[in-house]
């Protein structure tokens, strides 16, 4: 069972190989519950296959990744959801043809009590679940600032107020940790300031955040910790401030040797 000292997540020897590809080699860290966790690293470090490993979209090939003291090896994708781990995904991926109010309904869902039965026959119980769920669903559009756009279409949203939408969808499955891989992806620079923002507001609603971000400057403005992956291995770990100064990290991004950058 977990406790306070132990970590929301870890990540426990973690290695996952494509073929002869090897991924992720030999990866170990741990998140603390409310901590904001950066996972930063080159192009094809193996920072979304961690996230995929996490969420159980890959199977690890080796190492465990447990979560609140339990395994989630050979757990199922809609299980991970429901033990409270969500995400987004690099590349938007929200129901397009669905209003953004119905995309954060979807991902209410994942947490229904009531079962198939209950919702065919529209018990009552199933009812008030849908009704406190509609309600949940305009809060969190309300606390993502796109409350105005609830009854828009998805692909009518501004490619802002999507990326804003799929991090209220995830954030509705009622998740403990939430993932989110390059947030400010195209997002330009007084976006990426009010982003940095509502990480934090995230944080404080009492969500662990583990963030890939390609953005230095917003990575070191809104995280606790930094954990660098090069070449699928762990090489550094530390503050914002100790990660700016590892002469492997700064080597690892202008692709020179370690000695070189020191
Ligand atoms: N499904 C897959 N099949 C085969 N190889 C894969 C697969 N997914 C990822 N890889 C490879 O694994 C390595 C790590 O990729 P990954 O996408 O995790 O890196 P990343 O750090 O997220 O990169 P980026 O910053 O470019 O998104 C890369 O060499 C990639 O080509």
Redesign the pocket.
């Known amino acids: 069972m977990s406790d306070a000292t132990t970590p929301i997540l870890e990540v426990q020897n973690l290695t996952l190989k494509?073929?002869g590809?090897t991924?992720l080699d030999d990866v170990s860290f741990g998140i603390k519950e409310g901590e904001i966790l950066g996972l930063i690293?080159?192009?094809?470090?193996?920072?979304?296959?961690?996230f995929?490993a996490v969420t159980g979209v890959y199977r690890p090939t080796s190492g465990d990744i447990r979560f609140q003291g339990r395994s989630l090896t050979g757990v199922k994708r809609y299980r991970i959801t429901q033990l409270g781990i969500a995400r987004t995904f690099?590349n938007i991926r929200l129901f397009p043809s669905m209003t953004a109010l119905e995309n954060v309904l979807v991902g209410a869902d994942a947490q229904h009590k009531t079962g198939m039965f209950s919702a065919l026959f529209r018990l009552p119980r199933h009812r008030a679940e849908e009704r406190d769920g509609h309600e949940r669903a305009m809060e969190l559009l309300r606390f993502m600032g796109i409350h105005k756009r609830a009854d828009e279409l998805a692909a009518n949203l501004s490619y802002g107020d999507q990326r804003r939408l799929e991090i209220a969808r995830a954030m509705a499955t009622g998740p403990k940790l939430i993932c989110l891989d390059?947030p400010a992806a195209g997002f330009n620079p007084q976006e990426k300031v009010q982003l940095m923002e509502l990480i934090r507001k995230v944080r404080d609603r009492g969500f662990t955040v583990l963030l890939?971000e390609?953005d230095m400057r917003l990575v070191m403005g809104v995280t606790d910790r930094i954990v660098v992956?090069e070449f699928?291995r762990l090489i550094a770990e530390g503050t914002p401030a100790e990660i700016r100064d590892n002469p492997a990290v700064i080597a690892a991004y202008l692709g020179v040797d370690e000695e070189d950058a020191s």
């Open positions: 494509f073929g590809l991924a690293g080159p192009n094809g470090a193996g920072k979304t296959t961690c995929n690099q390059e890939i390609h992956l699928g």
